[in-house]
């Protein structure tokens, strides 16, 4: 069959390849202008909200194969340009060998450059708990601002930015215990840090590494340590069937906590016992 009609552009349009669209939109005579700067023109945000960048190596592969697909942010400093947000890429970048970046230019002052370095590293999804606690403290400390203006700015419930912000009440080293003991749920953090003294937050570390808690087993610790059922000394397990009410199951443990592991482990011990008993007579 013949073609009587012609497709794609006419004959006296050419497609043009030469160029980047960078060049075109940094032409733009007002606001940001993304632009194609030097890594070498290029220096680190002394402000960074992570303390530290994680391992880079499948983003310098990405790079080094599909070139940077975001912009990094960047102000005019001297005769060189500060990172307002983008690290990782501008590192991820200088190890993967690129010479030049695209960069959006913003001219703003240090207060704000700081406030949108600080923002734009909080609506990231791979901060730690607490590496977000410190951002949003950073916030309330330089700016004054309430936890609802925070709230605002970050798009979170205030409750939520409140529950963060305790979590700034963990010491330094035992952050560095937390982690160490693979404790990274922001539920359980929150209950140590609700803890009214170091001494009683570490003895929630111990017992949600050693006894592998839950987060319903953490709460239930937490609220024990902290005083809040003082007369509560062993933890009971009550087990009541729905089936029938011809019985009932109570066990007693000689300690404030325990795991769901731990009371399936004494039923089979219990129940071992029993068949032992049977089996002698």
């Known amino acids: 069959m013949q073609k009587t009609k012609k497709s794609g552009l006419p004959e006296n349009v050419k497609m043009r390849h030469n160029g980047h669209f960078v060049d075109l939109i940094s032409g733009s005579p007002s606001g940001p202008r993304i632009r194609m700067i030097s890594v070498n023109k290029i220096s680190p ?8 960048l994680g391992n880079i190596n499948e983003l310098v592969e990405s790079i080094k194969k599909r070139g940077v697909l975001e912009p990094i942010l960047v102000r005019p400093k001297g005769v060189k340009f500060e990172i307002i947000a983008g690290e990782r890429r501008f590192m991820a970048c200088k190890a993967a060998g690129i010479n030049e970046m695209p960069c959006i230019e913003m001219d703003v002052h240090d207060q704000e450059a700081m406030e949108i ?9 791979d901060l730690d708990v607490f590496e977000e606690a410190e951002g949003l403290q950073a916030l309330v400390d330089l700016y ?4 609802q203006e925070v709230a605002d700015k970050i798009g979170k419930a205030r409750s939520t930015i409140t529950e963060i912000l305790a979590i700034t009440r963990i010491p330094d080293d035992l952050r560095k215990t937390i982690k160490e003991a693979n404790i990274f749920s922001r539920t359980m953090i929150l209950e140590i840090a609700k803890q009214p003294t170091v001494e009683d937050m570490l003895e929630l570390v111990k017992n949600i590494s050693e006894k592998k808690l ?3 087993d953490t709460r239930e610790l937490s609220k024990l340590i902290k005083g809040k059922k003082k007369k509560i000394k062993y933890f009971v397990y009550n087990y009541v069937p729905e089936y029938t009410d011809t019985f009932r ?3 007693e443990f000689k300690k404030r906590t325990v795991s769901k592991e731990e009371i399936i482990e004494m039923l089979e011990r219990i129940l071992a016992d029993i068949r032992g008993q049977v089996g002698k007579k």
């Open 45 to 52: 945000n002394p402000h960074q909200a992570r303390t530290e």
């Open 117 to 125: 370095a600080l923002i734009e590293n909080l609506q990231r999804k």
């Open 214 to 216: 839950t987060r319903e």
């Open 144 to 147: 004054s601002y309430s936890h």
């Open 249 to 251: 199951l109570k066990l």
